[in-house]
């Protein structure tokens, strides 16, 4: 990942490293210093290179102190024995950082190509958006009822929004939310993240956002007795729980993958994995096609980042990151279970549904 950028001898003076100990300087896209991964990982390097000049040789070396947990990048820069720059880098300064001049590695026309130049089309068809909020509203009314069908998308949009307000939290730019028919919603960013945290915000505040409107929906039918708020905090509160299932590409999957690719490349590919399988095997045991559909493409995901474990982009979570992400995730899965929980055990047919679909 890129950790560092400073101006040399008015080019750019570019430092990228991974966890294994692997670091890779770049002076105006050149590489000029390398270190390879190493069992040792000694968080001190010392990158010495030679640069001509009008002037002549310039004997240039960029001292490194690299944590990783937690992240702190100390450098001090000095061209022939002169200190010329020196500083720290923090997480907060990855987050905000613009990556740019990421090596490009040419790949064979696949399924999965045209599949990401379809999704970039996606994004940029504006027109797509309502086409498919129009079919998924059609979509819900053939399979349900006109009420439920609206019901239902608002608490899709409000879930997505809160993707959406995560990414603007971050500084990323986003190109809005699609409604996509018998799937649910997509949020989409035009912007990278840099950092694991970034991940697991943007994650977890699609299902917390929908915690919220459940809470919002309870308070009112309390007031108001109307069972329609209800039916909608209980059903809302089991979508997002649905959400949350520990894999990918749903958005538990994705805060378990930034925990435990955190800790360790090897960790993260074996739990991401068992994840799947179980996965495979509750969507077998049921007949749920869509969760057996939703986990093939989680799949592909798990390879793409086990073979990208060694020049990942992104920021690893220190110990209190990965502490926070997990007390965060079961504290918004408990609240959840709870309101499915305390509106299935009134007695009303309607509203256990989604308890006994979560006692199955």
């Excluded at 000049?53 to 992240?71: K, Y």
């Excluded at 096609?289 to 990942?312: C, P, V």
Aim: glycine share 8%.
């Amino acid at each position: 990942m890129q950790l560092l950028r400073i101006e040399c001898l008015g080019k750019e003076l570019r430092l990228e490293a991974s966890m294994s100990g692997w670091q890779a300087l770049y002076w105006d896209n050149q590489l000029v210093s390398q270190f390879n991964a190493s069992a040792g990982r000694n968080p001190i390097k010392k990158h010495v290179f030679t640069l001509q000049s009008n002037q002549g040789d310039l004997e240039c070396q960029l001292d490194i102190n690299l944590s990783w947990q937690p992240f702190l990048l100390s450098y001090a820069f000095a061209v022939n024995n002169t200190p010329v720059s020196q500083g720290e880098i923090t997480p907060t300064d990855i987050e905000k950082q613009e990556v740019v001049n990421r090596p490009i590695e040419k790949k064979k026309i696949s399924v999965i190509g045209i599949g990401s130049f379809a999704l970039k089309m996606l994004k940029s068809a504006k027109a797509i958006k309502a086409l498919f909020a129009a079919g998924s509203l059609a979509a819900y009314s053939w399979l349900f009822s006109l009420e439920f069908a609206i019901a239902l998308i608002l608490c899709l949009v409000f879930h997505e929004y809160g993707h959406i307000r995560a990414m603007k939290y971050f500084g990323m730019k986003t190109k809005g939310i699609y409604l996509i028919p018998f799937i649910g919603g997509l949020a989409l960013s035009e912007s990278k993240i840099n950092t694991r945290w970034q991940d697991v915000v943007i994650a977890i505040m699609g299902p917390f956002f929908g915690l919220m409107l459940s809470i919002v929906s309870l308070f009112i039918y309390w007031v108001t007795d109307i069972e329609f708020f209800a039916g909608i905090a209980t059903f809302n509160a089991l979508l997002n729980l649905f959400n949350l299932l520990p894999v990918l590409p749903l958005d538990g999957g994705h805060i378990l993958k930034s925990v435990a690719f955190s800790i360790n490349s090897v960790f993260g590919l074996i739990i991401c994995v068992c994840g799947a399988l179980l996965g495979i095997a509750a969507s077998s045991y049921f007949g749920f096609a869509l969760l057996g559909f939703i986990l093939f493409i989680g799949m592909f995901e798990i390879l793409f980042e086990w073979q990208d474990r060694h020049r990942s982009q992104l920021l690893p979570l220190d110990r209190y990151g990965q502490t926070v992400s997990a007390v965060w995730y079961v504290i918004t899965v408990a609240l959840l279970c709870s309101i499915i929980y305390l509106l299935g055990s009134t007695g009303n047919d309607a509203l256990s549904i989604p308890l006994i679909l979560l006692g199955a």
